[in-house]
């Protein structure tokens, strides 16, 4: 009885406005109580969060072969250093630009600013298939990220757009896919730049996919963007249109029901300041200090990848990298929907994070040794390595996502995550210019004493990933305590 006297009156007073469409939301919720997981609501979170990460990552394996197309290198050595630049230009704008997005999605409504933000993924990011110079594939990148504003609004989507029990679902589909797209656009840019080269009897010599090598995998990613564009005409709005006048009558309404304990307590939440939110900001730095290590990672390992081998990289080819994050994406997907949400149970988000964070530490500075290894023995050693680095940095980053959400109510997790969101892009804004920089010094100290080659490099990703397995103890990391309204649902 106590759960039914929490829940109703909400749900009454969202079906007196029949013109809100976040009432009819609601209403559609309420109605549905009892009919299991909603799939098509999945699948809508699913191509959303899939089309915003797809342009990410997708350059990282051609990204090598466009600087030294575009002759602003040196030496051979400093393409990396210019590539980490073109990397970070994306996360830059976006962390400019976040919260901006996450006020305009408060007061116009989260479906205007997820549209936006795929048609700026169809624009410029064919845009930046077309460049012809260095400067012209920052400019294209720098506006892809600070035009495209979805994600936060996205992430307070996916608990808004489902029931309260399936909010944890929402959350690990925003992750699964996110984390599925960062490996997925990797893989089609490595199967597709260079067509000419890979495919000369479908793309001969001298034709336009000859002049722009680089074009074909983020047109496939603007396509895919563009039927996603389609798609959102049908998805719902969630933003309430009534006033807050509406709101206080309606919370009044609530009080004569018996629920005056809610009432209260929705008044004092609304007045806290998330800055001083201690179980949300800490799991933010966290999430800031393992976001930086990723976003490093995946540059560094592309680049690393197609150096030569005198360099200390694979010498793969931007086909070799493709067939290594494809299997790594397909097994990642699997994983992260039927293996991670048991682990998650048996463990605790924090536990698992902590495990899996200890785990990455041997594992990333066993790399350099992996390049010593030739023909089917590194390929299959590097799959397997690249496997279980990104199940690891998965689970880490999921587990802090999860505990985001969970130290707010769902009023303030649109804001929480305009917070998270620009914290984040700040750090993975230093992360691919940082990572480039410092491959690019590891290469040039191939005889040095210690740490000789890219073993520097991967021993400062380690040291990243030490600072925030650290952070994850107490009394740095603090856990919101479970209220009784939190122990109801």
Not at 118 to 144: E, K
Request: hydrophobic share 45%; with cysteine.
């Amino acid at each position: 009885m106590g759960e039914e006297n929490v829940k109703q009156p909400l749900l009454r007073r969202k079906k007196y406005y029949e013109n809100c469409p976040g009432c009819k939301v609601d209403e559609a919720k309420e109605l549905s109580e009892g009919q299991g997981v909603p799939v098509k609501n999945l699948v809508i979170i699913w191509i959303l969060v899939v089309s915003n990460a797809l342009p990410i990552s997708s350059l990282f394996p051609f990204l090598y072969f466009m600087v030294r197309d575009f002759n602003i290198a040196k030496t051979e050595a400093d393409i990396s250093y210019y590539a980490g630049y073109i990397g970070s230009s994306f996360m830059l704008g976006r962390c400019l630009t976040s919260v901006l997005w996450g006020v305009v999605a408060d007061r116009y409504g989260r479906k205007p600013v997820i549209v936006i933000g795929v048609v700026v993924v169809v624009i410029f990011n064919t845009l930046f298939g077309l460049s012809t110079s260095f400067w012209m594939a920052v400019v294209t990148r720098f506006l892809l990220g600070s035009l495209n504003g979805m994600l936060g609004p996205v992430k307070a989507y996916a608990t808004e757009i489902f029931r309260e029990e399936h909010h944890s679902l929402g959350l690990s589909t925003v992750s699964a896919a996110w984390g599925t797209g960062l490996i997925i656009g990797p893989a089609l840019g490595g199967y597709l730049a260079q067509p000419v080269e890979k495919y000369p009897h479908i793309f001969p010599k001298g034709s336009f996919w000859d002049k722009f090598p680089y074009f074909l995998p983020n047109l496939v990613i603007s396509v895919l963007a563009f039927i996603v564009i389609i798609c959102c005409f049908w998805i719902p709005e969630t933003l309430h249109n009534h006033s807050s006048s509406d709101e206080s009558i309606d919370d009044a309404e609530a009080l004569e029901n018996g629920n005056s304990g809610a009432g209260t307590d929705m008044t004092i939440q609304k007045n806290e300041n998330l800055l001083l939110n201690w179980p949300l900001m800490s799991s933010v730095i966290i999430y800031c200090v393992f976001s930086l290590h990723d976003i490093a990672y995946q540059e560094v390992f592309s680049l690393w990848a197609v150096s030569p081998r005198k360099l200390g990289g694979l010498n793969f080819s931007t086909n070799n990298v493709g067939n290594v994050l494809s299997i790594t994406g397909a097994t990642l997907i699997i994983y992260q929907l039927s293996v991670y949400p048991s682990i998650e149970r048996a463990c605790g988000a924090v536990g698992i994070a902590r495990i899996t964070g200890m785990l990455s530490i041997p594992l990333l500075q066993s790399y350099p040794l992996i390049a010593l290894l030739s023909g089917v023995a590194l390929t299959i050693v590097i799959v397997i390595a690249s496997i279980l680095k990104n199940i690891l940095s998965t689970t880490i980053i999921t587990g802090l996502f999860l505990l985001q959400n969970r130290a707010v109510e769902q009023h303030q997790r649109g804001a929480a995550n305009g917070i998270s969101m620009t914290c984040m892009s700040l750090f993975k804004a230093i992360g691919p210019a940082t990572g480039g920089a410092v491959l690019t010094w590891s290469q040039k100290r191939m005889d040095a004493s210690f740490l000789p080659g890219t073993n520097m490099v991967f021993f400062v990703l380690n040291i990243i990933e030490a600072v925030g397995i650290i952070m994850m103890f107490k009394p740095f990391l603090a856990q919101k305590k479970k209220t009784q309204s939190d122990q109801l649902h």
